[in-house]
C-alpha cells in the first residue's frame, strides 16, 4: 500500500521515543517478543523473481540460530547447501564439487524469521523511533505505524505492527529520497511455543538487476530446538573449486 | 549466451596452443623415454587461487604421459575458473628431482576504450571498470561480468572485445563501445468504447538537453476509419530535466456520433500549443495555451470554421516511481481548462478529476477503487465526452455524450500467476447528465484480466449492463508496451 498518498491515512505529528513512552514501550515489547526466537529449523519453499525473468522456486530445510548462523539445504531444484557463519558465507554445489564464498549476503537471498533483529541491540543510542498514526491493514486489522531513523546510516524504516498481538506486518526501508529500497511483509502467523510467527514472509529489494522478489513458505517449524553448532560448518573436500560470487 | 559475448569469444586469442606444454626434458631422457624420478612438483609463476595441492603433493616415478596428463590438468583447472589465457610456459626437471612446472598467467596490462560519442566520459570511465588494476591476470569470467555490468551501468548498446597480445606475453583489452540510441518506439493497440479498434505508435528521441515526442493513431468503427490524429511535441528542458517548454501541433480529424440527433459529424483539426511543465516525479504540473482550429461538417447548427483558444493548468500526482510495487501506486489528476471560441460564443470551462489507488488486503489480493468526473460549462455537444469510454465499461454501441459526468469503480484483481496474470471482477457506476438533460445513473459490471510480458501488459474485459444478462456485454481490450 503506498502510505505516503492514501488519502483518509491520519498523520500524528510524529511522537518521539523517550523513557517511560508508551510508543517506546509498544516497540520494545515487540522486539522482545520477535526475541524469543533462538533456532529455527523449518522446511521451506522459496519463489524467487527477477525484473523480466520466470519465476525460480527453491525447496529445503532451514535452520538457524540466535547468532545468525543459518543453514539451508535445498533439494530442489538440485542439491545445493547454504550455510552462513561468522567466517562468511557458502553456497555449496556438492554435484559439481563447488562453493561459493563471499563475506556479505545478497538481499535478495535474506532468510530470517526475526522483523526486528536490527534494532535489539542500540535501540535507543541508534534510532529514533516515531509513532506516525494507525492504518486499516489486511482485512479488519488496525496497524501501527512507526518510523524508526537510522541516526547512523541516515535510512528511514516504516514498521507496521499489531500491537495487540506483538507481531510485526510489514517493514519497508526508504532512502533519502524516500524511495523504496526494500520491502518485507509478514503473514500467515501462527502460534508456536507460544511463539506468534509469519510463515510467509515476502521481500522485495531493488538490485543491480533490477528489482528481485523472493517469497518465502515456511512448514514445519521447530522452533527453539537445540541445534548442534557442527551444522554451520562444513570441511569441503579438498579438491573442492571455489570461487567468489563475482565469477 | 548472449550475442557479445560470443563475439568476445570470437575475438579472444586464444592461448590453448596445443595444451601449452612446452617440455625441456633432461639431454638424458629425451633419447631414452625412461620415466623421471620426481621428489615433489613446484607450479612457478602461480599466483591466482586455484586448488593444485593436489598435483604439487605428487612425487615418484612419472613418465613422460604422465607429465603431459598434469600439464592438461593444469591448463584446465585455469580455464575452468576464466583464466582462458593462462598457458604451461615450460616444464622442468631439476638435479635435485624438483619437477617445475612454469606457468604463464597472462597479464593485463591496459584497456583501450573507444567508440563513445555522445558522452565522451564513459571511454575513461569504462577502462577503470574493465581494468580496477593494471596488471590481474586476464579471467573471462570476471571480464564478462564487467561488460555486462558496464553495458547496464553506461546504457550502452554494445560492448565490442579485441585482444591483444604484447611483445611481453601480456595483454591489451581494446574495446568498442556502441552507445544505445537515445529514441525508444512505444505503442499500443485498444478497443476504444467510442471509436472503435485503436492502433497507436510513437517515437520519443532524447537529445542532449530537449526531446521529440510524436505519435500516431487511428481508429476504425464499424469497418470505417472513425479517427484519424498526429501528434508533435517538442521539449526544451531547461537547467534540470524536469523542467521543460514545449511547443507541439496535433492534427485530427474524428468522426463522433450524436446519439439522441441519430447523426454523424466530422471535425477536422489543428492545434498548436504551448507550454511549461515541471515534473518531480511525484508531482507533475504543466500550463498550456493552444488554439484549436476546427473545420466541422454536418454539425447541427454551425458550419463555419471553430476558433478555440484555450488555457489549461494540468497536475498529477503519483508515487509509481518511489514504491518496488508500481501496482501499488496512487494516482491524482486534475486538469482545468478555460477557453473562448466562436461557437459558445461566452468564456467557458472544463474540468477533470481523475483518482486511483490500490490496496492488498493480502499479497495476492489488490482491490483498486478508482473515481473519475469531467464537467464543461459549454452546453455545445461540440464539448462534451461519451458517457461509455474505458472508465465505465459494460455499456456498447451507446455513444451517449454528457456534460457531466461522474463515475466510479472498484476493480478486485487476485494474483493467478505470481507477478504474470492477474484476474478478477469489476464494478463501477456512473451518474450523468444525459443529452436531454436528464440525470441519470447507471452500473456496469464484468470480469478483468492482465498479463504482463517482457514489459509488455496486454488487459482483457468482459463487462455488461448490471441489469442485464452478462450474454448481452461486450469485450474490452488493450496491449501496450515500448520496443
Known sequence: MSSVFLIGNIVDSGKIYGNSDPVKDIFQRIVKESSKVKTIDADITQEIQESGSPIQVFKGRYRVDSKGRFRIDYNEPGKQIVLQNEKGLYWYYPDDNMVYQAKKEGAERKVQINPLSEFKKGLEERFEVRSIGKQVYGFFVIAERFVVIDKVKGDTILIWVEKEKNIVLKKILRDKNNREIMKEVYSGYKIINDINLPTVIDVSARTDRGITRSTTYYRNIRLNKKLAKKIFYMDFPSNVERRTFDE | ?483
Open chain 2, 1 to 483: 549466451m548472449n550475442k557479445d559475448v560470443i563475439k568476445i569469444f570470437v575475438s579472444i586469442i586464444i592461448f590453448l596452443t596445443a595444451g601449452g606444454v612446452f617440455a625441456r626434458e633432461r639431454e638424458e631422457n629425451r633419447e631414452t623415454e625412461k620415466p623421471l624420478i620426481v621428489t615433489s612438483i613446484q607450479l612457478k609463476g602461480k599466483t591466482v587461487k586455484i586448488n593444485t595441492q593436489d598435483i604439487e603433493n605428487k612425487s615418484g616415478q612419472l613418465s613422460k604421459e604422465e607429465v603431459k596428463r598434469i600439464v592438461a590438468d593444469i591448463t584446465k583447472r585455469y580455464r575452468k575458473r576464466g583464466y582462458a589465457a593462462a598457458y604451461v610456459d615450460e616444464v622442468i626437471i631439476r638435479n635435485d628431482g624438483i619437477l617445475v612446472i612454469s606457468i604463464h598467467e597472462t597479464k593485463v596490462v591496459a584497456v583501450r576504450v573507444r567508440g563513445a560519442e555522445k558522452k565522451t566520459t564513459i571511454n575513461t570511465d569504462l577502462e577503470k571498470v574493465l581494468l580496477p588494476e593494471k596488471g590481474e591476470v586476464f579471467n573471462r569470467f570476471l571480464l564478462e561480468k564487467r561488460i555486462e555490468l558496464a553495458k547496464k551501468g553506461f546504457e550502452l548498446e554494445s560492448i565490442k572485445i579485441n585482444l591483444k597480445e604484447t611483445e611481453t606475453g601480456d595483454m591489451i583489452i581494446n574495446v568498442l563501445v556502441e552507445e544505445k540510441s537515445p529514441g525508444e518506439f512505444y505503442g499500443q493497440i485498444s478497443m476504444d468504447m467510442s471509436y472503435g479498434i485503436t492502433p497507436m505508435v510513437g517515437y520519443f528521441y532524447l537529445f542532449r538537453r530537449s526531446a521529440l515526442d510524436t505519435n500516431v493513431l487511428l481508429s476504425i468503427r464499424d469497418d470505417e476509419l472513425s479517427r484519424v490524429e498526429a501528434n508533435i511535441n517538442y521539449y526544451i528542458f531547461r537547467d534540470e530535466l524536469p523542467k521543460a517548454v514545449f511547443f507541439g501541433l496535433n492534427f485530427r480529424r474524428i468522426t463522433d456520433i450524436w446519439q439522441s440527433r441519430e447523426t454523424n459529424y466530422t471535425t477536422t483539426s489543428v492545434t498548436p500549443v504551448v507550454g511549461a511543465r515541471h515534473n518531480t516525479g511525484i508531482i507533475y504540473y504543466g500550463l498550456f495555451l493552444s488554439e484549436i482550429i476546427s473545420f466541422p461538417k454536418d454539425y447541427p447548427g454551425f458550419d463555419n470554421a471553430i476558433y478555440d483558444t484555450r488555457l489549461t493548468f494540468d497536475i498529477k500526482i503519483s508515487d509509481k516511481d518511489l514504491l518496488l510495487d508500481p501496482r501499488e501506486a496512487s494516482y491524482l489528476r486534475l486538469s482545468l481548462s478555460a477557453g473562448w471560441d466562436n461557437l459558445n460564443k461566452i468564456p467557458y470551462g472544463i474540468a477533470l478529476l481523475k483518482a486511483e489507488t490500490s490496496y492488498f488486503p493480502l499479497l495476492w489480493l489488490r482491490f483498486t477503487p478508482k473515481i473519475q468526473s469531467r464537467a464543461t460549462t459549454s452546453v455545445e455537444r461540440f464539448y462534451w465526452s461519451y458517457v461509455y469510454d474505458e472508465t465505465f465499461l459494460g455499456f456498447f454501441d451507446d455513444y451517449t455524450a454528457s456534460r457531466f459526468k461522474n463515475t466510479a469503480g472498484l476493480d478486485i484483481e487476485i494474483e493467478a500467476a505470481k507477478g504474470l496474470l492477474y484476474i478478477g471482477p469489476l464494478i463501477n457506476c456512473g451518474y450523468f447528465l444525459n443529452e436531454e438533460n436528464n440525470w441519470i445513473f447507471k452500473t456496469g459490471t464484468g470480469l478483468k484480466s492482465s498479463i504482463t510480458i517482457s514489459g509488455i501488459t496486454i488487459l482483457l474485459y468482459y463487462a455488461w449492463d448490471i441489469t442485464k444478462n452478462p450474454k448481452e456485454g461486450g469485450f474490452y481490450f488493450m496491449a501496450e508496451g515500448k520496443f
